[in-house]
């Protein structure tokens, strides 16, 4: 079902947390709600399942004016962060609970329970207290009770993060895969970019209470509107420099880099320049020299800090190699192409 | 317990320190099975005529143990139901429910649960007085429920305290109203503390003298202290083995509850002290 935000605007006393806000999510779409902590994408979250009121603005499910309507008449399911179990049932009267809210008869709600047990891999847990399972497992249970009564929407607030690494992992695609197997409408609200380009269809995201630039992972990462945009996905983080436009080149310092034909004609002056580190390093021949001031491995990759003469930093990361060291000085080139230009406060040329 | 940590003095020192008390409770308890010779501080002879106030006709002027018993039993109980039933809905309100004046309640009852409330007697006696409720049970029933919700309201808001909020949203979001989440999601949170309240308040009140002795003065409405106390201020004829049978009596329930529910009773220390 299409959930549709217009004009959204949220007040806590006198402070205007979100001013404003659109967003539209398509039906069995997966939309992330990224952003840096104290955006407002919890706030934004919890207005949509009606813990919060609007201040302003309209949403829709669908056709269905839901704005002013309570939580309970609005069919969202809601995962919490700490999974919110009902700690004195089992998972089996945990899973039920939303249908026995619905007075349903018994045998519908055994079967219920069954059929999205079975879709959350956990049928062989039902009897246990949810004291007794894992953090994976409890993330399942939380799920399984969102969407047992077919919920309009699904709401997830930073689902993975209490699991450790792995389990992160393993439950990413979990989550995307039960998603897309009930084909519901939902929506991820997550601090970690990882989760949000690996998991969603489309990324929203936020910062100081704004939608920055909405669209599709791959193309937020090539294509970001700005510096904001740009150094919060990716990692290692993209670096920035700043250049003069010279005739045909960037010139950073003493080093000049060819500018690419799409941007010749529009860039002119002080510009800054976005490299990621997959575009610098001896792959893309000379012309860049500086001194290593950080190595990192990360066993398959090798991760360089390289400073330049004027003092910033550029990021290289590539496939483990022969170990440059501290202090060695190199001479890489910059994949032209790839280089993102930005004007000096930041807005993307 | 830690290895370095000697365990046995400390036992020694505190056996030591107690031992006055153990054998006053020894003789207590002896005394009244037993009649020591004229003369002699020592029981010697077996005998149970101490305890025939359980069988026995009152002396006229005094009421029947069992009537007392009764009445203390019904103090008690109404006092602790009423006392955990407010406090659960009270201190439930004061936790989570954002309503006008609330930071003026907590205060208040911060400086109510201080408050030496036997300061208040001569106002409550005149209101009892003024309402009718005088020399009655219920009068002193309603008294002692009040000054007991303070604390009783105060140490459910801890217990509420600690449930997370996630727990009532989640409720909320599967469609539970308020008054179901409340019912079925939070009060089993809380169930410890509500036990520990029930038995605490139950004792509060099996305990309670003075309120009764001032509030409730007449026979109708005596309960276990004040007999107590009526039958060693008995100038014509003390007999203090049957004073000490008829302390026993009222002790033994007592000693039964907290061997029985000690667990329970800990959790109140344990509880609303978090978050
Ligand atoms: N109940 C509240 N009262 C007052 N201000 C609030 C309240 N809840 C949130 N805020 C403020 O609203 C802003 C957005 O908060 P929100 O919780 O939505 O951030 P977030 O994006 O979810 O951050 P995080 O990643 O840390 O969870 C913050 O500045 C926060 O201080
Ligand atoms: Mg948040």
Same mark, same amino acid.
């Given at each position: ?159 993975? &993060? ?6 992160? =992992?393993?439950? /990413?695609? $979990?989550?995307?895969?039960? *998603?897309?197997? !009930? @084909? %519901? ?79 010749? &004609? ?6 800054? =320049?976005?490299? /990621?580190? $997959?575009?610098?390093?001896? *792959?893309?021949? !000379? @012309? %860049? ?61 | ?275």
């Amino acid at each position: 079902m299409q959930l549709r935000l217009e004009n959204f605007t949220k007040k806590f006393d006198n402070l205007t947390v979100i001013d404003q806000l659109n967003l539209t999510v398509e039906s069995g779409e997966m939309m992330a709600l990224l952003g840096p902590s104290g955006c407002g994408k919890s706030t934004t979250l919890f207005t949509i399942c009606g813990i919060h009121r609007m201040n302003g603005g309209t949403l829709h499910f669908g056709d269905r004016d839901v704005s002013n309507l309570p939580s309970q008449q609005r069919n969202v399911g809601v995962v919490f962060q700490n999974y919110a179990l009902y700690p004195h049932m089992n998972i089996r009267d945990n899973i039920a609970f939303p249908l026995r809210v619905q007075k349903l008869d018994n045998a519908t709600i055994a079967k219920k329970v069954a059929e999205i047990a079975e879709l959350v891999h956990i049928p062989e847990l039902l009897d246990r207290k949810p004291a007794q399972l894992s953090g994976g497992q409890q993330q399942r249970v939380a799920l399984a009770r969102a969407l047992v009564r077919k919920p309009d929407v699904l709401l997830l607030d930073e689902p993975l &993060a209490n699991l450790d690494a792995k389990l992160r =992992l393993e439950m /990413r695609s $979990e989550i995307r895969r039960i *998603q897309l197997e !009930t @084909g %519901i409408t939902a929506i991820l609200v997550t601090h970690d970019q990882v989760e949000a380009m690996s998991m969603c269809d489309r990324i929203a995201l936020m910062k100081g209470g704004k939608i920055v630039q909405l669209s599709e992972p791959d193309q937020m990462y090539n294509d970001p509107v700005d510096t904001f945009v740009a150094g919060f996905l990716g990692n290692p983080p993209i670096s920035f420099l700043d250049a003069q436009v010279n005739a045909d080149v960037f010139q950073v310092g003493p080093s000049q880099i060819t500018i690419a034909d799409s941007l010749r &004609a529009k860039v002119n002056g002080a510009v800054k =320049l976005g490299i /990621r580190p $997959e575009y610098f390093g001896p *792959q893309f021949g !000379t @012309g %860049i020299t500086g001194k290593i001031s950080f190595v990192e491995t990360q066993g398959r990759e090798d991760l360089y800090n390289v400073t330049l003469p004027d003092g910033s930093v550029l990021r290289s990361i590539q496939a483990a190699g022969p170990r440059l060291k501290l202090g060695d000085s190199v001479n890489w080139g910059i994949s032209h192409d790839h280089a993102l230009a930005f004007t000096p406060d930041g807005a993307r040329i | 317990m830690n290895a370095n940590f000697k365990s046995w003095p400390v036992i020694a020192i505190l056996s030591l320190v107690s031992l006055p008390l153990l054998i006053m409770f020894v003789f207590q308890i002896v005394d009244t099975f037993t009649n020591p010779y004229p003369g002699s501080i020592w029981p010697q002879m077996f005998t149970i005529e101490h305890w025939r106030f359980l069988w026995e006709e009152p002396a006229t002027g005094r009421s029947s143990i069992w009537a007392v018993t009764w009445n203390t039993f019904v103090f008690a109980s109404t006092t602790a139901v009423a006392v955990t039933s407010i406090s659960l809905t009270a201190a439930y309100a004061l936790s989570r429910l954002n309503f006008p004046a609330r930071r003026f309640f907590l205060a208040g009852l911060i400086v109510l649960h201080a408050f030496p409330t036997i300061t208040l007697i001569i106002a409550i006696f005149l209101i009892l007085q003024f309402l009718g409720l005088y020399n009655s049970l219920m009068g002193v029933i309603l008294v002692k429920a009040a000054l007991e919700l303070p604390f009783g309201i105060w140490i459910m808001k801890g217990f509420y305290d600690t449930v997370p909020w996630e727990i009532e949203m989640a409720g909320v979001q599967d469609g539970a109203s308020r008054f179901t989440v409340w019912w079925k999601l939070v009060l089993p949170q809380v169930q410890p503390g509500l036990a520990a309240l029930l038995i605490f308040s139950f004792l509060s009140g099996w305990s309670e003298f003075v309120l009764p002795l001032v509030l409730a003065p007449g026979n109708d409405a005596q309960v276990l202290s004040t007999y107590l106390s009526a039958l060693i201020l008995d100038d014509a004829k003390p007999d203090f083995n049957l004073f000490k049978s008829v302390g026993l009596f009222y002790a033994i329930p007592v000693i039964v509850i907290y061997l029985v529910f000690q667990k329970k009773l800990m959790n109140i220390y344990g509880g609303g002290s978090k978050g």
